[in-house]
């Protein structure tokens, strides 16, 4: 029992680190080449984990093998733009100005509803609110839409705005995040002053957030959250 | 670049791997499978198996099965290892009572079991496809 569950460790983070070398693409958006190697993995790590006759070495050499294998090709599909296209195919433009190309559907082995499906998930509704569907090789649909059903922007109303900043967890739970000190680009000094002034111990804060135009979102433990603009900027 | 160096790891690692079990795995079968055809050049034609000769050289038979299994166990499965490990236990038995059909028996299956290997885990044609 135990060697299996140490077996199963083994395999375990081999396949997390040959995972995370492959990058992050593999989770979200996978073309052809990386589905078939994420299905291949996923059985290849199972036949040593429950066989306990097979070595470990028959499941973890070929899990390294594809791993160099995965990389070759991405190498490869980055510096020959035909070599991509033969393994992940090319964007194919499926609506147009003239409507719903049907031939390019065809070819994808789509059916209309398969694209109505896209455009629904995309937030367009009727066809006819698109001008531009591009099916992308990795199975997802991008949308143009037409100029009447583009969202307004601030530009087209003429409004200056401040630039966006992301906030930046400075507590969480009750623990300082010292770590993200360095990207909200303010003194250390003057946040733990800002927290003190707030009367609250750090370990009582549930979450305490700044951005880098000085606005603080902050919620004490088992209390409301507030949200508060401050000279705290980056 | 941390990831070519990564990767060129990874490969150095997987042809090291390669390298060890040809030259390694196979010395260490081929040994057994050349003392295995010793023995039976020994033993053929003698009906009387109980002869020192024979003793001492399935005690070395043994050994260097002892001294070779763990490693073996590292690249081959398991099974064939075990099977080959029970035939090699069945010798000094087969010597005690001096039961020579069993004993040329299990000289042949330990021989072909070392040969299997080859046959199964080398790099040829029929093993690719």
């Not at chain 1, 606005?215 to 508060?228: D, I, L, W």
């Amino acid at each position: 029992m135990l060697t299996l569950i140490i077996r199963s460790l083994i395999i375990y983070f081999v396949v997390l680190i040959v995972f995370r070398l492959m990058g992050k693409r593999q989770l979200g958006q996978m073309q052809p080449f990386e589905l078939v190697l994420t299905l291949i993995l996923a059985d290849l790590a199972t036949i040593p984990m429950a066989e306990m006759s097979v070595p470990l070495v028959h499941g973890i050499v070929p899990l390294l093998a594809l791993l160099v294998i995965h990389y070759v090709i991405t190498i490869l599909a980055k510096h020959f733009p035909k070599f991509s296209e033969v393994f992940s195919g090319k964007p194919v433009i499926v609506i147009n100005q003239n409507g719903i190309d049907y031939k390019a559907v065809q070819k994808l082995n789509l059916s209309i509803e398969d694209i109505m499906e896209s455009l629904r998930s995309a937030g367009y509704f009727s066809p006819d609110e698109v001008l531009f569907a591009i099916m992308e090789t990795n199975g997802k649909i991008s949308v143009l839409p037409k100029a009447n059903n583009t969202p307004v922007t601030r530009q087209d109303l003429n409004i200056e705005g401040e630039e966006n900043s992301v906030p930046i967890a400075i507590v969480s739970e009750g623990k300082l995040l010292n770590d993200n000190f360095e990207q909200i680009k303010v003194e250390k000094k003057q946040v733990m002053d800002f927290i003190a002034s707030l009367n609250v111990k750090i370990k009582n804060i549930l979450i305490l957030t700044l951005d880098n135009n000085g606005k603080v979102y902050f919620q004490e433990m088992h209390k409301r959250a507030q949200s508060m603009d401050t000279n705290l900027k980056g | 670049m941390k990831k070519l160096i990564t990767i060129i790891i990874v490969v150095l690692i997987l042809l090291g791997a390669v390298i060890f079990e040809q030259i390694t795995i196979n010395n260490y079968l081929n040994e057994i499978q050349d003392m295995t055809e010793e023995l039976i050049t020994i033993s053929t034609g003698t009906e009387n198996i109980q002869t020192d000769e024979i003793r001492e050289k399935v005690a070395t038979l043994k050994e260097t099965w002892i001294h070779h299994e763990e490693i073996l166990c590292i690249f081959a499965n398991h099974k064939d290892m075990r099977d080959l490990c029970i035939e090699i236990q069945k010798l000094e038995g087969n010597i005690e009572v001096n039961q020579y059909e069993d004993f040329t028996a299990s000289l042949r299956v330990i021989y072909h079991l070392a040969d299997d290997y080859h046959k199964i885990m080398g790099t040829s044609w029929q093993n690719i496809f």
